[in-house]
């Protein structure tokens, strides 16, 4: 007994010190878990509507597109607003048939690489931090590239739905992808 007794006293400061940092380490944890959580919770299910950005979509039909993609509208239809902003996410090797819209539609390439084509012009290759303007009633296509999958912000106007004006085919698309690839 008197042992403990003498082992206890010859703590140094260190050790103390020690001790008291680990009682304030668990005072906060305890502090965060019942005061600043519950607020966490309650801030959660606030009266606002919001989305996210991360979230990876609906898997969209294919309608007018080969491959694979997903589509996450994070504003639509907000008359308040008068624009669009849609999140899609195209597999490699995946294409939009050619389009128009009834506004200015404005292209931000968030992750991997995609072509872009205007009618009558050169397609080109589009990267991660590439921002392009589609002027109103251009016709256009965009997809991920041959072997890169690409995610992208689309800001359109709500005035009209998208008008579809040619099926855009593999062949061409595969020619698009041989010509950008040599380059």
């Known amino acids: 007994m008197a042992d403990w007794v003498i082992s206890v006293?010859?703590?140094s400061a260190n050790d103390i010190e020690s001790i008291n940092f680990q009682k304030d380490k668990m005072r906060n944890c305890i502090f965060v878990l019942f005061i600043i959580a519950p607020l966490y919770s309650v801030a959660q299910d606030s009266a606002y509507t919001v989305s996210s950005y991360f979230t990876e979509g609906t898997?969209?039909?294919?309608?007018?597109?080969?491959?694979?993609?997903?589509?996450?509208?994070?504003?639509?239809?907000?008359?308040?607003?008068?624009?669009?902003?849609?999140?899609?996410?195209f597999r490699a090797n995946s294409t939009l048939d050619w389009h128009k819209h009834g506004s200015a539609q404005v292209?931000?390439?968030?992750?991997g690489e995609a072509y872009y084509q205007e009618r009558g012009k050169e397609p080109v290759i589009l990267k991660e931090g590439d921002v392009i303007k589609c002027e109103k009633d251009i016709e256009h296509w965009h997809s991920s590239?041959?072997?890169?999958?690409?995610?992208?912000?689309?800001?359109?106007?709500?005035?009209?739905?998208?008008i579809w004006t040619e099926?855009?085919?593999?062949?061409?698309?595969?020619?698009?992808?041989?010509?950008?690839?040599?380059?």
């Open 9 to 11: 006293f010859a703590l």
């Open 59 to 89: 898997k969209a039909p294919n309608t007018h597109y080969i491959g694979e993609a997903w589509l996450n509208a994070i504003i639509h239809d907000d008359a308040e607003l008068g624009y669009n902003i849609t999140k899609a996410t």
């Open 107 to 111: 292209l931000i390439i968030v992750d």
């Open 145 to 162: 590239t041959k072997n890169s999958d690409v995610t992208y912000l689309a800001l359109y106007g709500g005035e009209q739905p998208t």
């Open 167 to 183: 099926v855009l085919s593999q062949e061409y698309y595969d020619k698009v992808a041989d010509k950008l690839k040599s380059n």
